[in-house]
């Protein structure tokens, strides 16, 4: 592993000394610390339970370079990403450099900050390092760590006490072919979202063309007490790229956070999505969809801490694979012996569409309090024949049978998604993924409504 | 309107038809009784083309046509209905979607244009009424999270926008206390009209008591043992299906 973080050490020197001087002194000792435990834990291996089934050889192999600025990127490209008809604050990064220009945020309620976290030292830098790095620990986990040495920009969003921001903010981290192939996106996200206060969050992961680069993102989110966060997390990059994304939600007591992870890009894609649900009567909806094609391997790992009282959280994961598509979920609830009265719900479903195609699915409850609700089930098989039968006796062709079972089994997932115009971004995503590697233009748009 | 003969059918290596004999014409209403595992739902499936029963001998001609021979959708298509006894639930699938898609591809088939949603609504509001549902279930997912008797009456719903010429009814009174079944009975009265034709497979002759049939037949390990008309369901409540199987015995 020294051979390979031996790059890194370099790449971070040069980081370090370019443009990335500007941060505040405590940044500096944040990335070093990143560093030193990069350095130490080095890339994971399948001999680690956390990464049994998923091998990042490809990426530890990988030579990626940080890229140093952002590509101009043509405005008729960037509208492609954006909520069609849909009115939005947008932060655009282009390899994970801030493009002012492909940004819009005017328009926000009074006190809400939607900025890149560069811009945002200056006014906010007594809150970004209260919370920076404070839920997103990179002691264990390498690709955290490596985040953390090259944190640089990202999105900083603050919505103060009791506001709502009810249309979406959009978040659009694009890569693209930088001077050399394989270009490293460092990505660092912080969200706050203050006591009574609502925000919709879109994050999305897109690539202008087809390129191998590595995205590396880590986005922490804190919901204070009684607020509510919708955060739709929409991966669509290169399918030659490597995507590695580590999201951290802390909840207060009383909050309601809403996530979902739609994964359909990248050779290979790992999220590590946790949330500690920190405070009583806290409900966390944790959902997620993905759709592997072709060689493709795509993670979900999450982790559930249930740490106070009346707590409820619902996971709902499904997947469809074909090809020689690998997926894997891990799906980790624990449940500390205070925490009584948990609710806690956790399903896994995949549609297997090839014979080649493998999932390995596992749930993990760790449950310490006696008096719980705790379920989990895990799904792997073809098109339900029962469903197909029930269509086809009402006249509907057995192609079309298919084409609507297979929509319907990703709307029943997308359908946790509350924000009605975050819902139909995702669902339209879905079909035009679904017709391309399905091979199948018949597929109905929407059956749903 | 259709003719069964001697149909013969099994399901995992086991024949449970054992050669049925039917007729049933236009306008009329038959009843097909038998105790449990006499193969009444056997028969139904069969009609409607479910893959997992094998025909193994016999014949059925639905208005002129080999319907052995077709497709469940084809049926569908010709004018074969089946209301399921255990309607599935199918998540992420509106019910609206379900049987526009249903009903447009019926129309398809048979040259005429398809429904715009303006108009299916239209008619979908129109036909719920039949049943007495609320407009609140257009966009549930298909049966998901709806009750035994809401699983039923969307059955009904669905037959009255299919207009069938065949409806098959599978045990709709199962699982159905008094209110629901006098609702989904009346449904299915509404939708009676001299060119179409109903086949009601039940158990119990509760159900008979709403809907009228014109012949009552008893189902026994496979066979039609015996036809009447409607006075025979009355006599099957009375004595139970033990009169019909000793009277067997003494003519055997």
């Given at each position: 592993?020294?051979?390979?973080?031996?790059?890194?050490?370099?790449?971070?020197?040069?980081?370090?000394?370019?443009?990335?001087?500007?941060?505040?002194?405590?940044?500096?000792?944040l990335?070093?610390?990143?560093?030193?435990?990069?350095?130490?834990l080095?890339?994971?291996?399948?001999?680690?339970?956390?990464?049994?089934?998923?091998?990042?050889?490809?990426?530890a192999?990988?030579?990626?370079?940080?890229?140093?600025?952002?590509?101009?990127?043509?405005?008729?490209v960037?509208?492609?990403?954006?909520?069609?008809?849909?009115?939005?604050?947008?932060?655009?990064?282009?390899?994970g450099?801030?493009?002012?220009?492909?940004?819009?945020?005017?328009?926000?309620?009074?006190?809400?900050?939607?900025q890149?976290?560069?811009?945002?030292?200056?006014?906010?830098?007594?809150?970004?390092?209260?919370?920076?790095?404070?839920?997103?620990?990179?002691?264990?986990?390498?690709?955290?760590?490596?985040?953390?040495?090259?944190?640089?920009?990202?999105?900083?969003?603050?919505?103060?006490?009791?506001?709502?921001?009810?249309?979406?903010?959009?978040?659009?981290?694009?890569?693209?072919?930088?001077?050399?192939?394989?270009?490293?996106?460092?990505?660092?996200?912080?969200?706050v979202?203050?006591?009574?206060?609502?925000?919709?969050?879109?994050?999305?992961?897109?690539?202008?063309?087809e390129?191998?680069?590595?995205?590396?993102?880590?986005?922490?989110?804190?919901?204070?007490?009684?607020?509510?966060?919708?955060?739709?997390?929409?991966?669509?990059?290169?399918?030659?790229?490597?995507?590695?994304?580590?999201?951290?939600?802390?909840?207060?007591?009383?909050?309601?956070?809403?996530?979902?992870?739609?994964?359909?890009?990248?050779?290979?894609?790992?999220?590590?999505?946790?949330?500690?649900?920190?405070?009583?009567?806290?409900?966390?909806?944790?959902?997620?969809?993905?759709?592997?094609?072709?060689?493709?391997?795509?993670?979900?790992?999450t982790?559930?801490?249930?740490?106070?009282?009346?707590?409820?959280?619902?996971?709902?994961?499904?997947?469809?694979?074909?090809?020689?598509?690998?997926?894997?979920?891990n799906g980790?609830?624990?449940?500390?012996?205070?925490?009584?009265?948990?609710?806690?719900?956790?399903?896994?479903?995949?549609l297997?569409?090839?014979?080649?195609?493998?999932?390995?699915?596992?749930?993990?409850?760790?449950?310490?309090?006696?008096?719980?609700?705790?379920?989990?089930?895990?799904?792997?098989?073809?098109?339900?024949?029962?469903?197909?039968?029930?269509?086809?006796?009402?006249?509907?062709?057995?192609?079309?049978?298919?084409g609507?079972?297979?929509?319907?089994?990703?709307?029943?997932?997308?359908?946790?998604?509350?924000?009605?115009?975050?819902?139909?971004?995702?669902?339209?995503?879905?079909?035009e993924?679904?017709?391309?590697?399905?091979?199948?233009?018949?597929?109905?748009?929407?059956?749903?409504? | 309107?259709?003719?069964?003969?001697?149909?013969?059918?099994?399901?995992?290596?086991?024949?449970?038809?054992?050669?049925?004999?039917?007729?049933?014409?236009?306008?009329?209403?038959?009843?097909?009784?038998?105790?449990?595992?006499?193969?009444?739902?056997?028969?139904?499936?069969?009609?409607?083309?479910?893959?997992?029963?094998?025909?193994?001998?016999?014949?059925?001609?639905?208005?002129?046509?080999?319907?052995?021979?077709?497709?469940?959708?084809e049926?569908?298509?010709?004018?074969?209905f089946?209301?399921?006894?255990?309607?599935?639930?199918?998540?992420?699938?509106?019910?609206?979607?379900?049987?526009?898609?249903?009903?447009?591809?019926?129309?398809?088939?048979?040259?005429?244009?398809?429904?715009?949603?303006?108009?299916?609504?239209?008619?979908?509001?129109?036909?719920?009424?039949?049943?007495?549902?609320?407009?609140?279930?257009?966009?549930?997912?298909?049966?998901?999270?709806?009750?035994?008797?809401?699983?039923?009456?969307?059955?009904?719903?669905?037959?009255?926008?299919?207009?069938?010429?065949?409806?098959?009814?599978?045990?709709t009174?199962?699982?159905?206390?008094?209110?629901?079944?006098?609702?989904?009975?009346?449904?299915?009265?509404?939708?009676?009209?001299?060119?179409?034709?109903?086949?009601?497979?039940?158990?119990?002759?509760r159900?008979?008591?709403?809907?009228?049939?014109?012949?009552?037949?008893?189902?026994?390990?496979?066979?039609?043992?015996?036809?009447?008309?409607?006075?025979?369901?009355l006599?099957?409540?009375?004595?139970?299906?033990?009169?019909?199987?000793?009277?067997?015995?003494?003519?055997?």
């Amino acid at each position: 592993m020294v051979e390979v973080t031996k790059h890194y050490v370099s790449e971070f020197q040069a980081f370090e000394k370019n443009g990335a001087r500007n941060a505040p002194a405590w940044v500096h000792d944040l990335r070093k610390d990143g560093l030193t435990i990069f350095n130490q834990l080095g890339f994971p291996t399948t001999k680690q339970e956390e990464w049994k089934y998923t091998n990042v050889t490809p990426i530890a192999k990988g030579t990626f370079k940080y890229s140093g600025s952002a590509v101009t990127i043509d405005d008729e490209v960037i509208k492609n990403f954006l909520l069609d008809g849909v009115e939005q604050f947008v932060l655009t990064f282009v390899n994970g450099h801030f493009v002012p220009e492909q940004s819009q945020t005017n328009g926000l309620p009074e006190g809400v900050i939607v900025q890149n976290l560069i811009n945002a030292y200056a006014a906010q830098e007594n809150i970004i390092q209260e919370n920076l790095s404070r839920y997103a620990t990179h002691q264990k986990n390498p690709f955290t760590a490596l985040n953390t040495a090259f944190i640089n920009d990202g999105a900083f969003i603050h919505v103060p006490a009791h506001i709502a921001v009810e249309k979406p903010i959009h978040l659009l981290f694009l890569s693209t072919k930088n001077v050399n192939d394989q270009s490293a996106s460092y990505i660092r996200n912080l969200i706050v979202v203050e006591e009574g206060a609502k925000a919709n969050i879109l994050l999305s992961y897109r690539s202008a063309g087809e390129h191998r680069n590595l995205t590396n993102s880590v986005t922490e989110v804190i919901a204070k007490k009684d607020s509510a966060v919708e955060v739709v997390k929409v991966q669509k990059e290169s399918e030659s790229a490597f995507h590695i994304d580590n999201f951290h939600a802390h909840q207060h007591e009383t909050s309601d956070v809403r996530v979902f992870s739609l994964a359909l890009g990248g050779a290979i894609a790992r999220n590590d999505m946790s949330v500690i649900i920190d405070g009583e009567a806290a409900e966390c909806n944790l959902n997620g969809l993905y759709i592997v094609a072709g060689e493709q391997l795509i993670d979900h790992h999450t982790f559930m801490h249930h740490i106070h009282p009346n707590c409820p959280s619902h996971e709902l994961f499904k997947g469809i694979l074909t090809d020689n598509a690998r997926a894997v979920f891990n799906g980790k609830v624990y449940v500390e012996s205070e925490a009584q009265k948990t609710d806690s719900k956790q399903t896994n479903r995949n549609l297997l569409l090839s014979d080649t195609a493998i999932v390995d699915t596992k749930p993990e409850l760790e449950i310490f309090a006696d008096d719980v609700k705790c379920t989990h089930g895990a799904a792997v098989g073809g098109m339900n024949e029962s469903h197909s039968f029930y269509l086809k006796t009402r006249g509907i062709t057995e192609e079309s049978a298919k084409g609507i079972l297979t929509v319907g089994f990703a709307a029943e997932a997308t359908s946790k998604i509350v924000h009605p115009a975050l819902r139909r971004h995702v669902d339209l995503l879905v079909v035009e993924h679904l017709r391309e590697k399905l091979h199948s233009a018949s597929l109905p748009d929407i059956v749903h409504a | 309107m259709i003719e069964i003969k001697n149909l013969h059918a099994k399901v995992a290596g086991r024949e449970i038809l054992k050669g049925i004999n039917l007729t049933v014409k236009a306008g009329e209403v038959h009843a097909i009784m038998g105790p449990n595992g006499s193969g009444k739902s056997t028969l139904a499936q069969v009609l409607s083309g479910h893959p997992a029963y094998e025909v193994t001998d016999g014949q059925v001609i639905f208005e002129g046509q080999d319907l052995l021979d077709m497709e469940p959708e084809e049926r569908a298509h010709a004018g074969v209905f089946l209301a399921f006894q255990y309607p599935v639930e199918i998540p992420g699938v509106s019910n609206s979607y379900f049987l526009k898609a249903g009903l447009n591809e019926i129309r398809k088939s048979r040259g005429l244009e398809e429904l715009d949603s303006m108009q299916f609504l239209k008619l979908l509001k129109e036909k719920m009424k039949v049943v007495e549902m609320d407009s609140s279930f257009i966009n549930r997912p298909v049966n998901e999270g709806f009750s035994g008797g809401e699983k039923k009456r969307n059955e009904i719903l669905q037959m009255a926008v299919l207009e069938p010429k065949l409806a098959i009814l599978d045990e709709t009174d199962s699982g159905l206390d008094i209110d629901a079944l006098k609702i989904v009975a009346q449904g299915v009265n509404k939708l009676k009209s001299p060119s179409n034709a109903t086949i009601v497979v039940t158990h119990y002759q509760r159900l008979l008591n709403y809907i009228i049939p014109d012949f009552v037949h008893v189902l026994v390990n496979g066979k039609i043992v015996k036809s009447g008309g409607k006075e025979l369901a009355l006599e099957l409540e009375a004595n139970g299906y033990d009169f019909v199987k000793e009277e067997l015995m003494q003519t055997t």
